[in-house]
């Protein structure tokens, strides 16, 4: 799976997952929309779950801006729009926080899902915390990637959002 970025710039250069990723080649940064493949984009206002059904796709997009600017409108751009399921970020700047994930945490996610282990723990590697994103999302992860489709995904995340209401 190829890792693609509209890479809008509004955040802390300094911090960026996805500038890091593409410093390893391991991403590309497109500075528009229209110059970025089409493929499946990682969208957290889509209607729709991630599930294996995606693994056809051969390209991943994420937008990286800061969370400030990530409204809907920001999204628009070509491709199949997919959300990740609940699963907590690991990074110091969100740990803890479900759903709000940085890139390359949204790509691990992602990778995980459609059944690409490795490549998610490689992406992983390059940072220092890296690996907790696994190990805190150890059995979500492992849960989706066993789900046929989308609604299957679904059913599973809800389970943990009904865990969390109980806590
Ligand atoms: C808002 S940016 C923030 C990036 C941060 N500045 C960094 O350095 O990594 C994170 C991107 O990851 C993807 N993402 C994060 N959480 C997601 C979710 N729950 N569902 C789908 N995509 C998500 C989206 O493409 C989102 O725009």
Redesign the pocket.
């Known amino acids: 799976m190829d890792l693609h970025?509209?890479y809008?710039g509004d955040?802390?250069p300094k911090?960026?997952?996805?500038?890091?990723l593409a410093r390893f080649d391991m991403a590309e940064l497109h500075r528009s929309a229209r110059a970025t493949p089409f493929g499946l984009?990682?969208?957290?206002?889509?209607d729709t779950a991630?599930s294996p059904a995606d693994a056809e796709y051969e390209t991943l997009?994420?937008?990286?801006?800061?969370?400030e600017?990530?409204g809907r409108a920001?999204?628009e751009m070509a491709g199949e729009h997919?959300?990740?399921?609940f699963?907590v970020?690991a990074?110091p700047?969100n740990y803890g926080k479900?759903?709000?994930?940085?890139?390359?945490?949204?790509?691990a996610?992602?990778l995980c899902i459609l059944g690409e282990r490795e490549h998610a723990e490689r992406v992983l590697s390059k940072f220092t915390w890296g690996h907790t994103f696994l190990e805190l999302n150890e059995e979500p992860l492992r849960r989706y990637a066993e789900c046929a489709d989308s609604s299957a995904v679904v059913d599973v995340q809800q389970e943990y959002l009904d865990a969390g209401e109980d806590a």
Request: proline content about 6%; charged content about 20%; hydrophobic content about 50%.
């Open positions: 970025v509209r809008e955040d802390d911090k960026c997952t996805a500038r890091k984009v990682l969208n957290p206002h889509a991630l997009v994420a937008l990286d801006c800061s969370w600017t990530a920001m999204f997919r959300a990740l399921p699963l970020a990074n700047v479900p759903f709000q994930l940085n890139t390359v945490e949204a790509f996610g992602a």
